[in-house]
């Protein structure tokens, strides 16, 4: 970031957890008193962890120290900032601002400082403006008032100091009387609430744009605190990118957003001292797009490259794109750098080299816009030059050299020719570049190298000096049984020396006989003795140009075993138990073993763990512990001596018992009585197995034997159960050591098959034929026998209404095994009738009818009384029969009356009959009669007449006016589904009238159940009918008669539903590709309401979804869809009304569509007429159908070769010709085409795109390649070489284009990005064993030549190449000399290797596995060894072995490290003599190659930590030390030493303390003078009173000194607290204090403290008055 300028942010990475800093707890304003400490605080978040600055005003900064105190606290994110000691002139604006790498934030506050002097918020106000008058004298009354009017308005904590001031000190008195007092608020409103002049307003806004909100208020003070919110969230002011500014011009507050986007859009606030005022922000977004284009570009290697575009929009997500394939930018870090400022958006590319070449682009959505890079290389310079290079004969010379460009290569020529790589000489480039002599002879002496980089040379000489004879392999020693042959070889460096060479034994010269046998290959020479005996046991020697080597012959036989115990171990292999211990014991003769060596066919076993080896003279034994299964197999020991060894293969079986059967138990065949179980056998096989055990669970829980099965089975079935019950089984598997753990199934009952439900047709016919009678009050019980499998269910049916628990409480339905039921309690006369069972289970169903007859009393509900006759004395009654009679005749009725007004009813008469006269009334009495219908059950409940007056003037019935009014204007509505009711109040009536009921001229009878008619109220005339139906519509007409007149009352009465589907078939009509008109018929029945609109819904074809296309009127029929063209679609529609919605009337599928179709493609290829710089002339062909309309022209579309958004050529009009001039292009740049065809309907498809035409001046092609030949294959790539061409036609040659097509398919496909810099290339991405035809061209800058197409094919496949090393010079030396080193350096093997396919590696250390420490990895066909920090025990013989389906190769090295030597080896004798100590060890195991040259011995004083040296250069493995100080204790150690180093110390474990004899010393009694050093206790700080007020936290405390130290007890009031633990008590050193945590009034009191020792008593004690 440079001087100047803002500090950039960027965009946080989500995926790394980085977020914007963030305030979680904003800063809040603070007050304090001038002198007092004040903090402020706040909460914050973001990642990385941001920095927190507090700043005063607009620059000071507040750092720690001083008078400020400022922390951060990364973990829980709060930061704060405290002010010592405040000042007046702290008072001001402050503001803390969070920084990270993503963002700023800034939060305001105030800081308002009160000058001590003062004494509360407003008092001090009016004090400090006081005119200062003449005391006049105050009478005790008037100060003790004015003080009670001064603590009215202060805060409690000042209550104390007030008081002290006005020379009031009984505190507690004056706050008693100020509780009585009414006590002002403390908080006096500080300032005016604000007046709005003028409000604010919302804003709208384009992207980029200004912001101002602006309000106009009066009554605001300077110092009341403003805050703006956006969406509730502070807003930070200026804000990271200083976009946000305040101003106040008077009265005037504006908030002004600059720059505003996207973001900034919302609710903003403003904050006035809790007055808020609110406004929204609307932001108009540019439409999206690129307003800068990217530009291509040039740069050198290593320069610097930036791509940058503008987009309309900030804050938009660029995608980059390199030759069509996303990069991996990685934000502002690394060599590819994306950077987004508002809207601009650039890629920064570092470190060019040549492959950054390319074509570039920015993506946004589909947008897209592109630029190329080309990189060209640097001037070629030399960083490091040939030099003169001298080498021995025979060797290798190498020459390097390296310049600044890694992409040029150089030209190498030895005495003014050029050589190549191949034969003698070998180059390589890269960071170095070098050529090497193989096998330098004298005549290449003084040979001039030169090196050529184009203009860039270096030259050098070569030295080549006679090389002297070196043994490369020296004599081994040789040891070989007796009769059989020894060999000795020695191996020079001169392979071609032909100097004597002469052998020895014991000095004497040997001849070639019978006995030896000497031979020559190459640089090697060997000598063979035959049939060696004893006395060919001695020192032989070779010898050549005085150059010497000398090995020994040891004659001499290996342990062996006897034949027998080895046959014996064949046929009968030892065999123990699992968890026993397997003792393995091998009987040998020879000499003493040196080694004996034990594996288990896979690994090496070493003493460790379960293992234990134990070796004699006579035998090899191996002991494992608690064997398991897994320790069977063929062991292998190998017993040695220094003669030979002897490999014993012994077998060994452990027995145990098997592994549990795995799976779970699956049953199949479940039967009444058995059921057919499986499993599997055991995963773990290791164990066999001989049976299964199979068994099951009893009644009691206890498992029993069931049955054993061979182990080839794993199924059985169970006979012999019983159906129903639950069983349980488990399997277990079995040999002769035991059984394993169980398989345990989950429970299963066996069942007979599924079975539908069967009743016995006898049952049937007898339930129908023979209903169920039961008395009323009793329980009804309808029993169904019937069988199934699984056990049916039934539903119940009443008189067509299904039986329903939650309907019909009485009712119980059941169902068993065996029979359903229907449970009916306290039968009433409604549960008679035609009961129907539909009884089913999951295989089918059967219906069974019944019918119960509940005897019950008659119903005399719906019957009414009738008057026919009345007199002064008789009155005459009749009433209908009941409808439902309970089941029997009704034999009488009896008939019962009572005055109207008293309930001592009386008997009258029992009649047959159903009429009845009586003449014993009384005139003008009014009278009530009922009626009871009595049959076999009893008397019915009674129907009640309406009162009568016997000899009363007849009256007719009568109806309001007003209600026949309502009744005649408007019908009486009902939704079909409810209950309707029509309730007409009568009014008169003498005798009580005749209540009947009409629908549409036919009498109205009421069944009791839908209709009911309610002759109880005889002041009104009633009918109800339930779930009312559309023929419920209708005229009733109520009619009221007696003797003295009949009216009737017309009652029209609709009901109200949904109307009927939309009559069909829907007619189309004007179908195009924008739509479609359709038609259809009005509902048949618009269910009592009108029809007021249709609604249409779509759904395509072949789909599931319909959607909405529109809605018209109740009066239109038809309706013009807008859809989209080329679909098909179903058509559905709803007529709507008041009452709701119809079903839908689906139409028939239609295409909507024009009556023609969009033109066929173009067809054939685009070709091109001419080129020229900038412009390019293509012609094309004809459509093959024009979809029914004449094409009205072309469209022509271009793109950049290697990209993939197309261009359109003539955006404004079609052209009409089939030929077309593309101007405005790059020149020298490749372009393709296509042409799209239109007509009235639309564009065709496009084209096949075009070949690439190059917008330059026409040239010759360049001539064509040939003779391409495969290379190499792989499954998925193809490496061909080819002969490039010499003519250039004219033009630079770019290169080459390569293609392939598939067999099969005619699309030819080029795989090359770029034009092919060479006559080589490696076509890769194909696909495995697929055939491929090849063709290739070449191409200059204006064209391109004919295809070169090979006449065969190639097919993608692994080329199978056997392993092979690719030995260098160095590698050669390595396998020959080996590697030596001193412990701690590294060993670094690559070996490079050849192979199809890519082989298997391995590394062996002495034909064993490396250990941990030794790396080893395979990278790109170099298998590399690795072992850093080298140690003695790292040397040995390493072989690489690679291996795949062609072969096997192995390669060896011999490392040797010389290390330091192992510690000295214990234990070390001690012999003491005085001050003289004796030491002797053992030297070290190993000397580390290297012999000991010497011991170290070190002291170390008890008390000390340092180590001395006594003496360094000991030879022997004894020392006697003599100069040990007496009377000291001391650790010693000693260390070997070679020439590599000092070892590891042995440390005696002992101490050695040297001695001195000390004469006894006499000490006499010692007489002391008594002294008395006791004290009191003081009481040094004593306690204070205190006056806090309620809820706060109290300390009471004292120091109080003393010796011994007192203890001490507190009281309050008298009493001891000590123990109480509502106080919390505290004694360090001295220091004692009580603790209340929250005061109360009731802790106010005198507190006192008792301190004692035994010297003597101290106590201390303070008020404490805790203020409310």
Known sequence: MTTGQLKEFRQPIEEEGESFPKFLKPVVDGNAKEGERLVFSCTVEGSPFPKVSWKKGQWLQLDDGGRYEVKANPGSGICTMAIKKTRVADMGKYRVVVTNDCGEITCPFQVKIQKSNENVTNFKAQLKHREVKQKKKQTAEEREKEVLEILKTAEPKDYERICMEYGFYDFRHILHKLKNIKKVDVEAPEFEAAKVLKALRHVTINDEGTAVFEIHLENVSPNRQMMWYKDGEIVQIP??????????????????????????????????????????????????????????????????????????????????????????????????????????????????????????????????????????????????????TEVKEKSTATFECSVSSKEVQPVWTVNGEVVKNGGRYTIKSGDIHSLSFKKVSLSDHKAVVKVSFGEATSTAELQVNAKPIKVVSKMQDAKCRAGKPAEFSCEIDDTDADAEVQWFKDDKPIEASSKFEMTKIRGKYTLKVKNVQTKDEGLYQFQIRGVRSEAHLVCSDPPTVDNAFLERLRKNPLKFKAGTKAKIEIPFTGKNPTGVQWTNGRVTLVERGRMHMENTNKTATLCVDNCSVKDSGVYEVTIANESGDITVEVPVKIVDKPAAPSGEIAFSDIKANEVTMSWNPPIDDSTPVEEYVIEVKDSRGQWKQLAKVPSDKTEFTAKGLKEGESYQFRVRSANEEGKSEPLESQPVSPAAPDEPPYIDPKVIERLEKTPLVVKAGETATIKIPCKGNPPP?????????????????????????????????????????????????????????????????????????????????????????????????????????????????????????????????????????????????????????????????????????????????????????????????????????????????????????????????????????HKCQRSDCGKYVCKVKNAAGEISIPVDVQILDAPAPPGGPVEFSDVSSKGVTMKWKAPKDDGGCAVTHYIIEKKEENRKVWTSVGKTSGSNTSFQAHVPGGKSYSFRIRAVSEAGESESFESKVIKVKDPYDPPSAISGNVECVSTANGSITIKWGKVSSDGGSPVKGYVIERRKKGTSVWTRCNKDCPCTEQQYTASDLKADMEYEFRVIAVNAAGESDPSRPSRAFRASEAVDPPGEPSDLELVDSTNSSLSFSWKGTDKQGGAELLGYDIELRKEGTDDWIQYNQGHINGTSYTVRGLSQNSIYHVRIRSVNVGSFSRYYSYKGTFTAEEFHVAPSFKLTSELETAIREGFTINAGGTIRIHVPYHARPRPDVSWTKDNAECDDTVNICDVDGVAQLIIRNARGYH???????????????????????????????????????????????????QDGRHGVTKYTIQKREARGRDWQTICQNITQCSYKITDLRKQRSYYLRILAENDIGKSEPLQIKDMVYIKEHVEKVQIEDIQYDQKDLRQPPVVTVALKPRSVPSGVKVTMSCSISGKPYPSTRWFKDGRDVTDDTYYFKENVIGLCRLVIVQAKTSDSGKYKIVAENEVGTVMSEADLSVVD
């Open 239 to 388: 804000g990271a990118e200083k976009r946000h500014e305040l101003r106040r011009i008077g009265n005037v507050f504006q908030l002004i957003i600059r720059n505003a986007n996207a973001e900034d859009a919302g609710t903003y606030t403003l904050d006035i001292g809790g007055e808020k005022f609110d406004a929204i922000l609307t932001i108009k977004e540019q439409p999206l797009s690129f307003t800068s284009e990217l530009i291509s570009q040039s740069a050198r290697v290593h320069g610097r490259c930036v791509f940058e575009c503008c987009v309309s929009r900030r804050g938009q997500k660029i995608t980059w794109l390199k030759n069509g394939q996303p990069l991996k930018v990685r934000g502002t870090t690394g060599r590819l750098q994306e950077v987004t400022e508002g809207k601009t958006h650039k890629l920064i590319i570092t470190e060019l080299d040549m492959k950054d070449t390319g074509s570039y682009t920015a993506k946004l959505g589909d947008m897209m816009s592109s630029a190329d890079l080309k990189v060209t290389a640097a001037p070629i310079r030399f960083r490091h030059r040939l030099v003169n």
């Open 1435 to 1485: 040397s040995g013989t390493y072989k690489l072995s690679i291996k795949n389906a062609s072969g096997v190769k192995s390669l060896s090295f011999k490392i040797v490290v010389n290390d330091v030597p192992d510690p000295p080896q214990g234990p070390v004798k001690i012999v003491m003599s005085g001050n003289e100590v004796q030491l002797s060890w053992r030297p070290p195991p």
């Open 793 to 1025: 269910s039934a539903a119940w049916m009443h008189d067509g209404d299904e039986v329903l628990p939650v309907k019909h409480h009485r009712a119980t339905k059941g169902s068993s095994m065996n029979e359903v039921t229907l449970k009916i309690v306290k039968c009433q006369g409604s549960d008679s009738g035609e009961y129907e069972a539909r009884i089913f289970n999951n295989i089918g169903g059967v219906v069974v009818k019944t019918k119960l007859k509940v005897m019950d009393v008659a119903d005399m509900s719906q019957t009414k009384i009738n008057f026919d006759k009345i007199t002064p004395q008789e009155v005459a009654i009749s009433w209908e029969k009941p409808q439902q009679d309970g089941g029997s005749p009704v034999k009488s009725y009896v008939v019962e009356r009572c005055e109207a007004g008293k309930e001592n009813w009386s008997k009258v008469s029992e009649v047959k009959g159903t009429n009845f006269r009586t003449s014993s009334c009384q005139p003008g009495v009014e009278y009530l009669f009922r009626v009871k219908a009595v049959n076999a059950q009893g008397e019915s409940q009674p129907v009640v007449s309406a009162p009568v007056t016997c000899g009363a003037a007849e009256v007719a019935p009568s109806v309001d006016a007003q209600v026949l009014n309502a009744l005649q204007q408007k019908p009486l509505k009902f939704k079909a589904g409810q209950t309707g009711r029509i309730k007409i109040p009568i009014k008169g009536g003498h005798p009580p009238p005749v209540i009947t009921w009409e629908k549409d001229g036919k009498p109205l009878e009421g069944d009791g159940k839908r209709v009911v008619l309610n002759h109880a109220d005889s002041n009104h005339a009633q009918v109800c009918v």
